[in-house]
């Protein structure tokens, strides 16, 4: 498995972002995480109109700093409460490309899905 995360290595991705959301409010939410790029290296996903959806990716330089973007899950930005999950880098450059708007993969975890349990008790699928 660690052969198969070099070759496609963790990002973050977050949902329930203020539509009118800039990157530099996207640094500022993860302050004590190092990005790749600055705000280069956010991308924001956008729907088929190309208005903003809410959601992001982010790429980020170590996996520590994945562990603590993590744990700003359900924090707030502004007055919306942001998710943050752990996502692929193969599923980040297939949204950049316009693919599966709005589905949710199965490689994108919010912190409590990675150990197995969820808020409602219920497995997703």
């Known amino acids: ?9 963790s990002v973050i991705k977050i ?5 009118e959301a800039t990157a530099m409010e996207v640094c500022r939410f993860f302050r004590d995480c190092e990005i790749v790029g600055g705000p280069n290296g ?5 729907n088929e109109k190309g208005l903003p959806t ?8 170590t996996q520590t700093d994945i562990d603590k973007a993590l744990e700003k899950h359900k924090e707030m930005m502004g007055k919306r409460y942001i998710e943050v999950f752990e996502s692929r880098l193969s599923v980040m450059d297939k949204m950049k490309k316009g693919g599966d708007r709005g589905d949710r993969s ?17 497995r997703d699928g």
Do not use: H, T, V
């Open 54 to 61: 809410g959601e992001a990716f982010i790429e980020m330089e």
């Open 1 to 9: 498995m660690a052969d198969n995360m070099k070759n496609d290595p």
């Open 15 to 19: 949902r329930g972002m203020p539509y």
């Open 106 to 122: 199965d490689r994108d975890r919010s912190p409590r899905e990675r150990f197995g349990r969820s808020s409602s008790g219920e």
């Open 42 to 46: 956010i991308y924001f996903c956008l």
